[in-house]
Nanobody, 119 residues
Framework: QVQLVESGPGLVKPSQTLALTCTVSGGPLTDDYHYWSWVRQSPGKELEWLGVIAYTGNTYYAPALKGRIHISWDTAKNQFTLELNSVTPEDTAVYYC???????????WGKGILVTVSS
């Protein structure tokens, strides 16, 4: 059973960097044909895909966030991280990490973490 747990600060000030970690258990990040994504849901909005790090270590980001987002991993700790810089209150959301299968459909996901951007 794969489990994902998000962690990080629940409050970030505007213009600062939001940094979240997803700790994975039950399977390695390098497991073939699996992808590890970050998504978020802001109040009143639909779920938004932010980016992914593939089992190869390659990363892909949502075009709207390019330049602000960075996803990396620590395979020794079996963790992957999200960094989103220059945040504004519009980045306030519940952030989820998930595992996607070979078809890029999520099969496991974390419970989510609320991040509020406010001074």
């Amino acid at each position: 059973q794969v489990q994902l747990v998000e962690s990080g600060p629940g409050l970030v000030k505007p213009s600062q960097t939001l940094a979240l970690t997803c700790t994975v258990s039950g399977g390695p990040l390098t497991d073939d044909y699996h992808y590890w994504s970050w998504v978020r849901q802001s109040p009143g909005k639909e779920l938004e895909w932010l980016g992914v790090i593939a089992y190869t270590g390659n990363t892909y980001y949502a075009p709207a966030l390019k330049g602000r987002i960075h996803i990396s991993w620590d395979t020794a700790k079996n963790q992957f991280t999200l960094e989103l810089n220059s945040v504004t209150p519009e980045d306030t959301a519940v952030y989820y990490c998930e595992r996607d299968d070979i078809g890029w459909s999520p099969d496991y996901w974390g419970k989510g973490i609320l991040v509020t951007v406010s001074s």
